[in-house]
């Protein structure tokens, strides 16, 4: 008998409560070796859904973020996508390692043909392998950070200015990312600067190199002026740390080389020779954005720095899509996104309806000391070299997109 | 000829460095029995310990108290954890020391955060060494080549010449008759897994420098560690010295080695391209598979000689 009355408040409660709530799925590394990109994208996201919360949340729903530690692996990734579509997530939410990625949205594509009704979709923040919005695009899947082509496309304008770059050494993670990250500078170098030699093409595992001496005496035997890489997280700190141990004076063209530990890690030894292509760091505006100044005065240890702005263009993409839209069902969101154009501090910015891949501004940055705004209190931040209009940043695409 | 001499250079550091970390393990494995899972996470601890205790009371002393700590830890372990556990068998004292491990890491990760703390090298010994070739080499590295070396000798000396050392040599493999001739057998047994434990403490405070110090270390090096005891051979301390500069040695020349199977079919005029079924396999470089290598040459050595290079019993 009070079995039964507790089932029945339970499922009263449960009624009650599925009405009233549009559920996120957050699937990133919460543990591990990049649980720290992993963690602090979590922040950025509870904290912009808190703030589209306050405004009324989404068509009357607020959101709920359901967190998930997939460890940077594609098996774990499956089984919690599954959890997180039994407990009733719309959106899916990663960006760390495009390997998750790859294997997310084929499971997205998969379940969405085979349950129609029940959608859901893919909002990739991180993953930036071009195949994703290529050979490998579907409808499900948006991406709100430029692709490796397009990063490259940036670097290798500024590369082909500065005459003093000769050698090229190219160091990656053993996987999709870092593969297409070798791919595209060899060959945008070849077309842009026949006249550099790329002096290595290294491949390390990923998360895997505790010490990193031994490629950087490498890239000292090969006598590179500059080097190229895509590593993030753990891989880019302890590269940073080798190669201030063994005094390696070379240009870093880096794509996450502003990331969490990045620039205390290489410290001083970076300055003027750090360079990154992001689309942000704290010092492009004159003064620091209101979005900033609210995540700092809500997260403030040290580490707590609003690196992703790319989710704060996301979540104002979502919360005007579902205004458009006038329903938080995923379908309308989807086709509500599409070609959704918006203004923000940094420049318009656009999603591309033919491959799902956002554009925004992007800006080529270099290391200083003399900076207004520092990062994670090291006394250094970054300086813009060049900036890049979002319309710009737009390359071929090869997508044939089947849309419902 | 420089790639040469820093590879051999950062590959004996390597080797050291796993050698201190590994020397605990295999002496408390050759007495006790016991493979002790939570021995990285003592060697996180010691590096977690050493920063706080730089922060509080510098670095010299806590070069000093961090190992100490450990210790103690490692004592209280063995008196009233591992003392329970031990009648049970072999395999509850590995899932008791297991279980260690995680509560270890969620600890560290309660009192210090997820991310990576900035254990940077305390500036006292923050400067090069020497300079070679144009690359220097931090003073720090040279440090725990003589810290290394001190604990090797250290152990060797207090195993071999000291009448302490004699008799644990002895209840390695007689216990019980160590025991009737009236020597504290547990007692013995705390003294070495204490010994064990400050010994991974000291490879922390050097080691957690030289790496990064974050929550996740134990897990990162732990299985190096075990192949480093596996291969040198249960219970000998010098077989674990030179397994693990024979595994930092061939890790770090493997990087710098480009070649793969192409490259070596191609001396003997077979040339595979995209479309052969092997080509994936055979293009890997040598400088791709270099973290793997230990872990074949710990299948290899299960396979072909179990007892490990100097080991007293097999695996």
Known sequence: MRNRLLACLCAAFAVGAAHAELKLAFIDPLSGGAASAGVSAQKHVVFFTDAINARGGLNGEKITVLSYDNKVSPQESLIVLKKAIDEGARIVIQGNGSSVAHAITDAVLKHNERNPGKEVLFFNYAAIDPALTNEKCNFWHFRFDADVDMKMHGFTDVITKDRNIHKVYLINQDYSFGKAVAAAATRMLKEKRPDIQIVGDELHPLQKVQDFSPYVAKIKASGADTVITGNWSNDMLLLFKAGKDAGLNVNWFTYYGGGLGSVPAIGKDGVGRLKQITEYHNNVLPALPAEEAAFKKRFTEKADELYYWRLRNMFAMLEAAAKKAGSNDPVKLARALEGMKLDTPLGPMEMRADNHQLLQPLFVSTLSDKTKYDLEASGLGFVTDAKIDADKTALPTTCKMQRP | ?315
């Not at chain 2, 400067?127 to 070739?133: I, K, M, T």
């Not at chain 2, 070596?264 to 391209?273: D, S």
Request: glycine share 10%; proline share 4%.
């Open chain 2, 1 to 315: 000829m420089e790639l040469v001499t820093f590879s051999l250079l950062n590959g004996a550091v390597y080797g050291l460095l796993l050698f201190m970390l590994s020397s605990g393990l295999t002496l408390i494995f050759s007495l006790m029995g016991v493979l002790n899972f939570a021995h990285a996470s003592l060697f996180m601890l010691g590096a977690y310990f050493s920063w706080q205790l730089s922060r509080w009371v510098g670095f010299a002393p806590a070069l000093v108290l961090a190992p100490l700590l450990c210790g103690l830890i490692g004592a209280a372990i063995e008196r009233y954890g591992l003392r329970a556990v031990h009648a049970r068998g072999h395999v509850a004292e590995i899932l008791f020391t297991f279980g260690l491990s995680y509560v270890i890491a969620e600890l560290v990760i309660m009192g210090w955060g997820r991310n990576p703390i900035e254990n940077r090298v305390p500036a006292m010994i923050d400067f090069a060494a020497f300079h070679l070739f144009g690359t220097s080499y931090p003073f720090y590295k040279v440090l725990m080549t003589a810290i290394s070396v001190g604990m090797f000798a250290f152990l060797y000396g207090a195993f071999k010449r000291t009448r302490l050392g004699l008799v644990i040599q002895a209840a390695l493999t007689h216990p019980q008759m160590v025991g009737a001739l009236g020597h504290d057998v547990p007692r013995l047994f705390v003294l070495v897994f204490a010994i064990g434990s400050a010994l991974a403490g000291l490879a922390g405070v050097i080691g957690g420098f030289a790496l990064l110090t974050e929550p996740n270390m134990a897990a990162n090096l732990g299985p190096i560690v075990f192949v480093v005891v596996v291969v040198g051979g249960l219970g000998s301390i010098p077989g674990a010295f030179y397994a693990s500069m024979l595994i930092g040695i061939v890790q770090t020349f493997a990087v710098a080695l480009d070649y793969s199977m192409l490259d070596l079919l191609g001396a003997f005029g077979v040339t595979l391209t995209r479309a052969d079924r092997l080509y994936e396999v055979a293009a890997i470089k040598i400088a791709q598979a270099a973290p793997i290598i230990p872990y074949v040459l710990l299948v290899v050595m299960l396979v072909v000689r179990p007892r490990g290079l100097l080991g007293t019993r097999d695996t």
